[in-house]
């Protein structure tokens, strides 16, 4: 309703000239429904007012001790309590635009601190929330991608009210919450695939010319197990991922960044290594993935929900 009170006010207070052009034509009547208009907008901006005084209270009421709502188990979305500190922030932003419009709206600006503190308030509970709901999700890849989406919202939102309701502190906390997020996905995904390439132990000498690797067949098997553990769990991925979905473009753009440039920097160095090598008759059968393949899964696919 405030909302709806302050967008009242923006459609019906005009200027002079205005209502000059809207009132003019009616002679003797003009100023009589020049005064009932001013009337209109006193009462508008009255209730605005007071509408605005009163909401500390019910952001708090509403939005801090709502409680913790789990994760969803499939689609990423944003948490109740992130919307309920974004509301106030939004609300924040609407009361500095219609801060000059009357006395009643000078009136309540001496309320500005403590509605900032407010905001803080409700951001830091709704971390917190957040927070809860990653640790109660059954899939932690999940929670973590429910986690970054919802830390996404409140920094870009933070970010927003650096000129006087929050301190820089404040905002560095939520990016910190929001780095810890994205860092714990991309261990959760993918070193699961990955830690089977750190298993072979093969001198570089040996590597170099293949002699060790087709004299050896400890050598050649675990080239062999390296690339069939890699490909089983990237299989179980192509599989989950079915759950994992960020709407967001912008968010999800820098996340598949993230994970193309950790996962090729790993994989590339150990298909130069080893995917030419002589270490079975049947390469193809091990070797199903090139790096630029890997790079196309990520991009292509992941973080999209299908």
């Known amino acids: 309703s405030m909302l709806v009170l302050l967008d009242a006010l923006e459609k019906i207070k005009w200027s002079d000239t205005q209502l000059g052009e809207l009132f003019g034509g009616l002679g003797e009547e003009a100023e009589a429904a020049t005064k009932a208009h001013a009337a209109m907008v006193d009462r508008v901006e009255a209730a605005a007012a007071m509408a605005l005084t009163r909401l500390p209270n019910k952001l708090k009421s509403h939005g801090v001790t709502n409680g913790i709502h789990a994760a969803p188990t499939g689609v990423s979305a944003v948490a109740p309590s992130t919307s309920a500190a974004l509301y106030a922030i939004q609300v924040v932003e609407m009361r500095e635009m219609y801060k000059d419009a009357s006395s009643h709206i000078q009136r309540i600006e001496r309320k500005r601190q403590k509605l900032g503190e407010y905001v803080a308030e409700l951001l830091e509970s709704a971390a917190a929330h957040v927070t809860a709901s990653v ?21 870009a939102a933070a970010k927003g009210r650096l000129d006087g309701e929050l301190a820089q502190a404040d905002v560095d906390e939520l990016v910190k919450l929001e780095r810890e997020h994205r860092t714990s996905l991309l261990q959760r995904i993918w070193e699961p695939p990955l830690q089977h390439l750190s298993h ?20 050649r098997h675990q080239v062999k ?82």
């Open 200 to 219: 072979v132990h093969i001198p570089s000498s040996l590597v170099g010319s293949g002699t060790g690797i087709r004299k050896s067949r400890d050598n």
């Open 135 to 155: 640790a109660r999700c059954k899939d932690e890849r999940v929670g973590r991608i429910y986690g970054a989406v919802n830390m996404h919202v409140l920094v």
């Open 225 to 306: 197990d390296a690339f069939s553990g890699f490909n089983n769990e990237l299989d179980k991925i192509l599989v989950a991922k079915v759950g994992w979905k960020v709407q967001d473009d912008e968010l999800r753009g820098e996340m598949v960044e993230e994970h193309t440039s950790w996962v090729l920097r790993v994989y590339e160095a150990f298909y130069r290594n080893y995917a030419s090598l002589p270490f079975s008759r049947h390469p193809d059968k091990y070797v199903r993935f090139t790096p630029d393949g890997i790079r196309g899964i990520i991009q292509d696919q992941l973080f999209r929900g299908d």
